[in-house]
């Protein structure tokens, strides 16, 4: 097989996708290598072909080798094992801008392998990995309605840099990943810090340019080498008496689909449904006709619904296009957990918990990007009860995509470690779910801090926006409906899943699917321009409940943070940990330290920290002469008693400092092991520690 490539100039290096050298038995394989980054994709369809399935059964699985960045996996077992949550991401990100360009009907099921072989932690491997299943699949005898290509981009001091490197990520204002066709972008997604709504627009506008580009580069690629597609086995079986069942079913749907409340409209729907299987009933014995029945009847919803929204402007709910469902917020709502929340927004409800902890809870990432540690922390959990279902209690790609999109949407706006010494996780458990439980985990998650007395920058909500399309003529946006807090129907028969989180002043996070060619950029402005008026609204709603920190919870623990100099690490620890371990378990705390000479100290009660940090205090500062300190008798001798005032650190006090008067004996005032107020007298040349009783120093005041 021949070895074929493409290459594109971008910047000083030159992006290639190469095939026929590597992988040679997959359906499609493509090699794409930026700069000292590289990515093996592949593409494989199942021989087994399955008539009459309602999706589309691709998997998309991106993994990241170790190697490729030269490390060895650490712990105890050195094998790549369960996916990562980075990689789960990225599956992701690839995932949904391809899939909506499969066909149905082609009946087999796909597995894409993007592989990062190479990282040179210079530049990142999502997008390369996004270009190169790309490639794979379009090369494949796989049919597919590609290519689709992706570009990030940064606003970095006024400007926009299109695939920025991990370095100027961390200087960005704004960095978001938009996935797309030539035809437009089709997928959106990335964190901001307070950006405005023109701003977000002008990266759109940045990214479709090397989208195309990419697109255009696989086109080649495919031009050299491209198989022919295999064949779509597509059910050439009409559903018998299709007009009778609309006719029949149609009244029935009018009524069933604008009940008022999910449960009440599932009951109604059910119950119409199963009217017409009962007056069909013979004909639906044949499994194909049950299953283009079913087929049929969604349709019918799903024109109903559409029609209602851009004819009438009335939604299943009976809400106009830019309202938002009635919201409560509460918090404090559990008893022992630092803060908590309940934020309720219609039928869909987060209990959001959040937990104050100290730094030795970072979470930790060791991966191929570098290690590195995060202090704030936001899990998010989906279970089938919050749908009224029964179901395994699981954390899938869909518990990790939400939570990441309510993490990074919040995380502009948690004050750094230096300004607040704690790790902060937050734990969205929704309890119910009718329309965007990550924007519900979003606001409760906001509530949730404010309540623990975390001192948030501003406060952050989000909201879900959707749309509604029809053509017209030529026009394929002649009209059109754009939805304030979609249901989850309404996210089903829509055009757009649009989510955006931010505060008052800006966005801070977003995450866009669209399920037609693109969208314009009108209908982006005012899309944006909604979700800001809803932002505004939830966030007038949130205020009332909470609009600052409360104290920190009793039951949180204690932090207090100092400098010591560096050099005086060494006889805080002591050696081999000694005195350290003894001023932890004295005072029960824990005591950490930085090479730069900062020292954290927690402990479960403010008095323990506070004592504990006098110690640390005492010993890493010399003994000034007039300064009383709360010593240990150590050892009595016949002229006086050895004192230790700081651990390691001991003084003579002189029987005739032991009293104003005269002191027969040492052992006569004092005994071993006695803990006694002293003032140190002075520091002589020989930097010994004179003290005195500090009652005899009183006395002779």
């Not at 000083?12 to 499609?28: F, P, R, Y």
């Not at 801008?97 to 530049?123: H, K, Y």
Request: contains cysteine.
């Amino acid at each position: 097989m021949a070895v074929n490539r493409v290459t594109y100039k971008i910047g000083n290096e030159e992006l290639l996708l190469e095939t026929g050298k590597i992988g040679k038995q997959a359906n499609g394989c493509v090699y794409a290598q930026y700069a000292g980054t590289a990515v093996i994709a592949t593409v494989c369809a199942s021989s087994e072909v399955k008539e009459g399935l309602d999706f589309v059964p691709v998997t998309v699985e991106y993994n990241e080798k170790y190697y490729a960045a030269g490390k060895i996996p650490g712990g105890f077992v050195k094998r790549e094992g369960r996916p990562k949550d980075k990689e789960i991401l990225v599956s992701r990100l690839i995932d949904r801008p391809m899939r909506p360009l499969f066909e149905v009907s082609f009946g087999r099921e796909i597995q894409i392998v993007p592989t990062c072989v190479s990282a040179d932690g210079i530049n990142p491997p999502d997008i390369l990995a996004v270009i190169a299943a790309s490639a794979a699949v379009s090369i494949s005898d796989i049919p597919f309605h590609g290519p689709v290509a992706a570009a990030r981009v940064a606003y970095i001091d006024g400007q926009y840099v299109i695939n920025p490197t991990f370095q100027q990520q961390e200087k960005a204002e704004l960095e978001i990943v938009v996935a797309g066709t030539k035809d437009g972008f089709t997928m959106v997604e990335g964190g901001a810090n307070e950006v405005s709504e023109e701003v977000m627009l002008g990266a759109l506008e940045q990214a479709q340019g090397f989208i195309t580009a990419m697109c255009e580069l696989q086109e080649q690629l495919v031009a050299k080498c491209g198989k022919e597609k295999l064949p779509l086995a597509p059910l050439n079986v009409e559903l018998a008496n299709k007009d009778a069942i609309i006719a029949d079913a149609t009244p029935l749907l009018e009524k069933a689909c604008f009940q008022d409340g999910k449960d009440n409209r599932g009951n109604a729907i059910s119950a119409a449904k199963k009217q017409i299987v009962e007056k069909y009933a013979e004909q639906f014995e044949d499994e194909v006709q049950k299953k283009l029945f079913d087929a049929c009847f969604d349709d019918i919803q799903y024109n109903l619904l559409r029609k209602s929204i851009l004819d009438k402007g009335l939604r299943i709910d009976g809400r106009k296009c830019d309202e938002i469902r009635p919201i409560t917020c509460e918090v404090n709502v559990l008893p022992r957990p630092h803060g908590s929340a309940l934020f309720t927004r219609g039928e869909t409800q987060s209990l959001a918990v959040c937990t104050l902890g100290t730094t030795m809870d970072a979470q930790v990432y060791d991966d191929i990007d570098g290690e590195r540690s995060e202090n704030f922390i936001l899990h998010y959990n989906f279970p089938p009860y919050s749908v009224g279902e029964v179901g395994r209690l699981t954390t899938g790609r869909r518990e990790i995509g939400h939570g990441n999109l309510a993490r990074r949407s919040l995380a502009a706006m948690v004050p750094s470690v230096a300004e607040f010494p704690y790790t902060v996780r937050v734990v969205s458990e929704i309890m119910e779910s009718n329309g965007s439980s990550s924007q519900a985990s979003t606001c409760g998650g906001c509530l949730a801090m404010l309540a623990a007395g975390v001192p948030m920058k501003k406060m952050v909500a989000g909201i879900a926006m959707g749309l509604i399309t029809e053509p017209k003529g030529d026009n394929p946006y002649g009209n059109y409906k754009i939805l304030s807090d979609i249901l989850g129907e309404e996210d089903h028969l829509g055009d757009m899943d649009f989510k955006v989180a931010g505060t008052k002043d800006g966005i801070t996070g977003f995450q866009m699917d669209i399920k037609i060619a693109g969208v314009t950029t009108q209908i982006m402005k005012e899309a944006l321009a909604q979700a800001k008026a809803g932002r505004l609204h939830i966030l007038s709603i949130m205020e009332k409940c909470i609009d600052k920190p409360q104290p920190i919870s009793p039951f949180a623990p204690k932090i207090l943070t100092m400098k010591i100099a560096p050099d005086k690490i060494g006889a805080l620890i002591g050696p081999g940990g000694k005195n350290i371990k003894a001023l932890c378990a004295q005072y029960d705390v824990t005591i950490n330290t930085e090479d730069d000479g900062t020292v954290q100290i927690y402990g479960k009660t403010g008095k323990s920290a506070e004592e504990a940090k006098a110690a640390v205090k005492g010993i890493c500062e010399d003994p000034e002469p007039g300064t009383i300190y709360n010593g240990t008798v150590k050892r009595i001798m016949d002229f006086g008693a050895f004192v230790e005032i700081l651990p390691g650190k001991e003084g003579l006090c002189h029987i005739s400092k032991l009293s104003h008067g005269r002191v027969e004996k040492v052992t006569d005032v004092l005994s071993e092991g006695q803990q006694i107020p002293v003032k140190l007298l002075e520091v002589d040349k020989m930097g010994r520690l004179n003290l005195s009783y500090i009652d005899a120093l009183d006395a002779q005041k």
